[in-house]
């Protein structure tokens, strides 16, 4: 096959059509939010909360689940409730959302970046340990992607200092490590169910744990500190989900197998033409991984391979050939607001100057690299068939044959 032009430069497109729409929805959520609606109960007191924390619990292998207003509620609620305070210190991975730093940062404490795996793009517990001071409190374990990360290492690091792990597993819905879904695991979980993520009302999250004294401490802190049994109050928040959000993840959650099923069959197809294409490398998973989420799809471009095309430029020319896809994350030790934001909290406690050049932010080589050569694919593209993803390798080998020549 020959080096047809590509779509960037006037060439006609691998892919005119779009991949399946996202969210899937039809008659149950209509009727879900309807029956809602009509109950007149839209929040405390309704049936749809409760019933869905039963259920969530039951699906993720949890004894307790709390259901919050949203992910990062969920993350700060569960850093809340596992002791983190003013001046704290918690290691997570520089490769992740900004929401697990500020979730940090709404505590009072201070976010301290460990570099990640560079085949799983996970946090690496080695450079976790090493970044354990006698003011740390907490770990938090990232699902990036929906991978659950190296678990019995971070719990052996955590044990070992005595400190929380949380798992931050907003894009993790499903995801197993050695055969035990994530979010219990470690002291406690948070879940997102925002728009983009595969179980989704919008907005809303979810807190799991196996521990009663955990999720009481939840159900208070996100409650404007009522206890559940009544009893004198405690200082708290709210960050309570509404009857329709929760009505709505009931309808969801009963596709939720079936669209994870696809995802992993689609993403073990499409795993494998891209490993064949010179220059690209899929991120990879722990053996003892035994179910991918598959909220991302991601992989690692060496523009060498492409004749030295630049990612920016090799995304641009992907999205021409009809492939959405995205650069991800940057690392966030490198973001300047947050390297502001944290020098402001540590000026704050006394224990730094506003920083100047001298205080350049740690290097995290693994961070740095995904930063530089990684390449998302949405979820939603995994819902389609054989041919969707036979598309997005066929863009990227043309992509490499405009650029190196071939067949």
């Not at 596992?82 to 709404?106: C, K, N, Q, R, S």
């Not at 976010?111 to 090493?130: G, H």
């Not at 891209?274 to 053996?287: M, V």
């Not at 530089?372 to 068939?385: E, I, K, P, T």
Request: net charge neutral; aromatic share 6%.
């Amino acid at each position: 096959m020959s080096a047809a032009q590509l779509a960037i430069d006037g060439g006609v497109p691998v892919r005119s059509r779009a991949y399946p729409s996202w969210p899937v929805f039809g008659e149950r959520e209509e009727l879900a939010l309807a029956t809602a609606l009509r109950s007149g109960a839209w929040g405390i007191g309704g049936r749809s909360i409760p019933e869905f924390e039963r259920a969530w619990a039951t699906f993720q292998g949890a004894k307790h689940a709390v259901a919050v207003a949203s992910g990062t509620a969920a993350l700060e609620l569960c850093l809340w409730a596992a002791g983190v305070e003013l001046g704290d210190e918690v290691i997570l991975p520089a490769y992740t959302f900004v929401a697990t730093a500020t979730a940090v940062m709404a505590r009072g404490a201070v976010p301290v970046f460990a570099d990640v795996d560079p085949d799983t793009l996970l946090i690496d517990s080695r450079s976790a340990e090493s970044s354990v001071t006698e003011r740390t409190r907490g770990i938090v374990a990232v699902h990036v992607a929906g991978c659950p990360a190296d678990l019995d290492a971070l719990r052996a690091v955590a044990r070992r200092h005595r400190l929380a792990l949380v798992e931050d597993a907003a894009q993790a819905h499903g995801a197993a490590w050695r055969g035990r879904r994530v979010g219990a695991i470690g002291d406690v979980g948070s879940f997102s169910f925002q728009a983009t993520k595969n179980l989704n009302c919008g907005e809303g999250g979810a807190v799991v744990t196996d521990d009663a004294g955990l999720a009481e401490a939840v159900w208070s802190l996100h409650n404007v500190g009522r206890r559940r049994q009544g009893g004198e109050p405690i200082l708290g928040g709210n960050a309570r989900m509404t009857e329709f959000q929760a009505a709505l993840l009931l309808a969801q959650l009963e596709r939720l197998p079936e669209q994870m099923e696809r995802r992993h069959r689609n993403a073990g197809y499409l795993r494998k033409r891209l490993a064949a294409i010179p220059g690209i490398r899929p991120a990879s998973a722990d053996a003892r991984v035994t179910e991918h989420a598959w909220h991302l799809f991601m992989f690692r471009y060496d523009a060498d391979a492409f004749g030295g095309l630049p990612r920016a430029d090799f995304i641009r020319a992907l999205q021409a050939e009809g492939i959405p896809c995205t650069p991800g994350y940057a690392p966030l030790h490198r973001s300047i607001p947050l390297q502001e934001e944290v020098a402001r909290v540590l000026h704050s406690l006394g224990r730094a100057r506003i920083p100047t050049e001298a205080h350049a932010p740690a290097h995290l080589p693994a961070a740095e690299q995904a930063g530089r050569d990684a390449v998302w694919l949405f979820q939603y593209m995994l819902l389609g068939d054989e041919a969707d993803m036979e598309d997005v390798a066929e863009a990227v080998s043309k992509i490499g044959r405009a650029r190196v020549g071939g067949t």
